[in-house]
């Protein structure tokens, strides 16, 4: 692929980050609030015109909207991301002291998700009709329709209150841990999240997978390698799926997209310190340079990886690759 | 060419964790708490429901005063909540005249980082919270008293002059003010960004905050009052409420700072490991009123609407009697400041009495009363959706209206919509629970009368401004007391905002991690005083919490 093509499909998606962007400045503000009715409570009111006035100065929201606007954009531009309003200190700051937490949580989430999802769909689709696949679609649909903050709490009331097997909140002791036991106690209050977010978005791979494998099973590249004498596995895995990788490499995309909310959820309820967390507490205050921060990192998160997935598309699929030519 | 795979997916995935461990800055180095010494607790764990910020005061409000106080003073203590507060960083304070009064500090303390507290810093601290941006403090050296003067007479003694007489100067306004350090405050000029750690006197300094995840406190082992008998506090933001107690059951915490939900009381009152003790809350549940707007701008249609709330039926109903039905009316019956015959009854039959004679009678005969215009009675009271227990009393109260022939629709919003309903007065009728410094603190429901929380600046009211003109000429406690008295007469009388119910407030903790827990009016138990040894809290009013 030439710098031409990367150019040109590039264009589209800056568009796409303009508007996303845009709406993210957008809709903290629709919300009902602002940020000085959080910090300040029912003080807010004992306040006089000229005090409000001064403490929305001192929060920068005495700006008209587009001024704001536009030093929402320089600042992304110049990497400046600004203050939060409800701690004080630099977004970026913020973001970055949350989002390696998240990158641990959600990317192996990610990945579980939809290897597990995938495969399941794939021996649905070989077992169609058969109870086997009833089952694996009635386990699967299951977790899907399960609200991710529901199974969080089912899992905490199961496996830490009354196993006692596991952590219930965090991602780290609260009192503190040394040496490899740090990695061990991290790990320990990884499972409970992850298995929340997997079952909560391990439906679409499953859906996906199960439909792409019941259309290929019936070509007959699948009638050869079976008429070879080749093993259920590798007729189904080697063949079936891997002619079928492409909606699964879509749906990972997606589930990149679903992540983000969901995991706004799952670390809530986990008290889990990622950047999921702190969107929840930062709409609750209206933050707005927060939101706006946390916000631009989904967007960029979710557009590139939406790119990543257009560019490997030809790699997977000779026939885009043709068509472009 | 597999067996290679899984150690390297193995390595990058441990690579992710070790970078996100030193991304995240997690103090995976915290430092024990000193061994304990006899009577001493290394560490505890309190699991606080929502982050106050870096306890900056200008950015945190009252619902966090038992954090900003563990590090910060007041001149007296413990609150403005009880009837004599006793002094703290003040040795005494007398009153020269009506509007004067002299104040003697305590020697020796020092601040947290090793400065002397002199009357510099009170005299700076006062005129900052006069003279600065407003917080929720200022009102007490801006409004109500206004302080026209601190003079500085030498490093330990102050004069104080007022605008008018101040007799509550010292029982109000010194046990609420936290004291600052001047040589740090002094160059702020702008306090709400202000984001560095807090420098206090108080008992234990905060050395670690982490946005939105934990607080964690070390004692201050010269400490004025004596070294705190807890080493260490650490306290986990947990937000969601059922997180926080099963943390608490299995022993990830050491006590909550956030009160036992009443459908969890029996089930923890089992459990042989965790000790469950009662409080009186110091804070009301209220119906708040738009009075601006028809037709609840009439007092009589507000005491009808009033009288037709069965209080206790909310009370057995939802909080399955874990409270008080607010009988007593506004403000809170446990404040020294409250008349004790205020009352808030209900007489149905009374209530539809006063609606007919109002003229709003049921006119079509679908059970709502309509106004001679033709406009039904109907009003939407808004409720937060993370309130439970509120939005099915919200949903009760529409049944008991109903009866009275009063149509009300529940809508829910987020708790910032709620609040910002306050300032916006874009409602009818919401829901919203009100703390001690507003309903125990007799020169806030003074200033609430002209705040626009219980009446508004500029809109008519000659009765009850002719009380506030008494109340602030008045120059003695007594004299004030009295004052204060016929408002709160008056005020139930013809209601602004119709209390609902006193909360009654569970705290659970394991035992055997702690065991020296008191209450302070309107703070619960986690409070610094419940960390103080009990020579030190001594005069100060606290009391075991009961079983």
């Not at chain 2, 009016?521 to 919490?545: C, M």
Request: hydrophobic share 45%; net charge neutral; proline share 7%.
């Amino acid at each position: 692929m030439n710098a031409q093509t990367i150019a040109a499909r590039a264009f589209p998606l800056a568009i796409t980050v303009w508007a996303a962007l845009t709406l993210n400045f957008a809709l903290p503000r629709l919300a009902p609030g602002d940020p000085l009715d959080y910090i300040l409570g029912d003080d807010v009111a004992t306040l006089s015109a000229a005090q409000r006035k001064a403490a929305s100065k001192e929060f920068g929201l005495d700006a008209p909207l587009p001024v704001q606007y536009f030093d929402y954009l320089r600042g992304i531009a110049t990497a400046d991301l600004g203050n939060s309003i409800r701690y004080g200190t630099p977004v970026s700051g913020l973001l970055a002291e949350r989002v390696g937490w998240t990158l641990l949580l959600a990317l192996p989430a990610a990945v579980l998700s939809v290897v597990t999802g995938t495969a399941l769909g794939a021996i649905a689709a070989w077992n169609r009709g058969r109870p086997k696949e009833t089952s694996v679609m009635a386990g699967i649909l299951l977790a899907d329709a399960m609200p991710a903050f529901w199974v969080g709490m089912l899992l905490v009331a199961v496996f830490s209150l009354e196993l006692g097997w596991l952590p219930s909140f965090g991602a780290f002791p609260a009192g503190g841990a040394e040496g490899l036991n740090v990695v061990g106690e991290v790990g320990k209050r990884l499972v409970m999240p992850m298995t929340a977010i997997v079952l909560a978005t391990v439906g679409q791979p499953f859906l996906v997978a199960r439909g792409a494998v019941t259309s290929s099973l019936g070509e007959d590249y699948i009638q050869t390698a079976q008429a070879k004498g080749l093993s259920t596995r590798a007729v189904l895995f080697r063949h079936a799926l891997r002619a079928s990788m492409l909606p699964v490499l879509t749906s990972f995309t997606l589930t990149l997209g679903a992540l983000a909310g969901g995991v706004v959820v799952v670390e809530t309820v986990f008290a889990y310190p990622g950047v999921g967390r702190l969107v929840f507490d930062a709409i609750r205050a209206r933050d707005y340079p927060l939101l706006q921060g946390a916000f631009l990192l989904f967007t960029v998160t979710v557009i590139a990886a939406n790119w990543v997935s257009d560019l490997l598309y030809e790699r997977f699929d000779p026939r885009a690759r043709e068509e472009r030519e | 060419m597999r067996r290679c795979k899984a150690p390297a997916g193995a390595g990058i995935a441990v690579g992710i964790l070790l970078a996100a461990l030193v991304a995240s800055g997690c103090d995976s180095s915290v430092e024990p708490g000193t061994p304990p010494g006899a009577g001493h607790t290394a560490r505890l764990i309190i699991g606080v429901a929502q982050d106050a910020g870096p306890l900056n005061i200008y950015t945190s409000d009252a619902r966090f005063d038992f954090l900003v106080e563990l590090v910060y003073d007041k001149l007296f203590a413990p609150s403005p909540y009880v009837d004599s507060p006793r002094p703290w960083l003040a040795d005494t304070a007398t009153a020269v005249d009506a509007e004067t009064w002299d104040v003697t500090l305590r020697r020796g303390v020092k601040w947290q980082d090793g400065e002397a507290f002199t009357a510099a810093d009170v005299k700076f601290t006062f005129e900052y919270f006069r003279d600065g941006p407003a917080n929720r403090y200022t009102h007490h050296v801006s409004e109500v008293p206004r302080i026209d003067e601190v003079e500085a007479l030498a490093d330990y003694r102050l004069r104080f002059r007022c605008a008018t007489p101040c007799p509550t100067l010292r029982d109000v306004t010194m046990a609420d003010l936290p004291i600052l350090p001047k040589h740090i405050w002094q160059g702020v000029t702008e306090p709400r960004n202000f984001s560095a750690m807090p420098i206090g006197t108080g008992p234990y300094k905060l050395v670690g905050y982490s946005a939105g995840q934990r607080y964690r406190f070390e004692a201050n082992r010269n400490y004025f009052m004596g070294a705190p008998t807890v080493d260490e506090l650490v306290f986990p933001v947990i937000p969601d409420q059922s997180t926080m107690f099963v943390a608490l059951r299995t022993g990830e915490i050491d006590a909550s700072a956030r009160p036992l939900p009443p459908e969890l009381l029996k089930q923890f009152q089992r459990s042989a490991e965790i000790k469950v003790v009662r409080t009186q809350a110091l804070s009301i549940v209220e119906l708040r009123i738009n009075y601006e707007r028809a037709p609840l701008n009439d007092p009589s249609v507000r005491l009808a609407l009033s009288l037709a709330i069965d209080r206790q039926a909310l009370v057995d109903t939802v909080l399955l009697g874990r409270g008080r039905a607010a009988s007593h009316g506004y403000p809170h019956p446990d404040s020294p400041w409250t008349n004790p015959k205020n009352s808030a009854s209900f007489d149905r039959q009374r209530a539809g009495i006063m609606l007919s004679e109002a003229g709003l009678v049921d006119r079509d005969g679908d059970g709502i009363r309509e106004s001679p215009t033709g406009r039904k009675l109907a009003f939407t009271l808004k409720v937060a959706a993370t309130e439970p227990a509120q939005l099915r009393i919200a949903e009760l109260l529409a049944r008991q209206f109903a009866s009275a022939g009063v149509s009300l629709a529940v809508e829910s919003e987020d708790q910032t919509a709620i609040t910002k309903l306050f300032g916006s007065r874009e409602f009818e009728l919401y829901l919203a629970e009100i703390g001690p410094h507003g309903v125990a603190d007799p020169d806030q429901f003074v200033v609430s009368q002209g705040s626009g929380y219980l009446w508004k600046k500029g809109l008519p009211y000659p009765e009850m401004d002719a009380l506030t003109k008494e109340y602030i000429a008045s120059s003695g406690k007594d004299a004030r007391l009295d004052v204060l008295f016929r408002m709160q007469t008056l005020f139930n009388q013809r209601p602004t905002s119709f209390a609902l119910y006193y909360p009654e407030e569970h705290w659970a903790f394991r035992r055997g991690a702690f065991d020296k827990w008191v209450e302070s009016a309107g703070y619960g138990i986690v409070n610094k005083w419940s960390f103080l040894s009990s020579e030190s809290r001594q005069g100060v009013i606290v009391r075991d919490p009961g079983p």
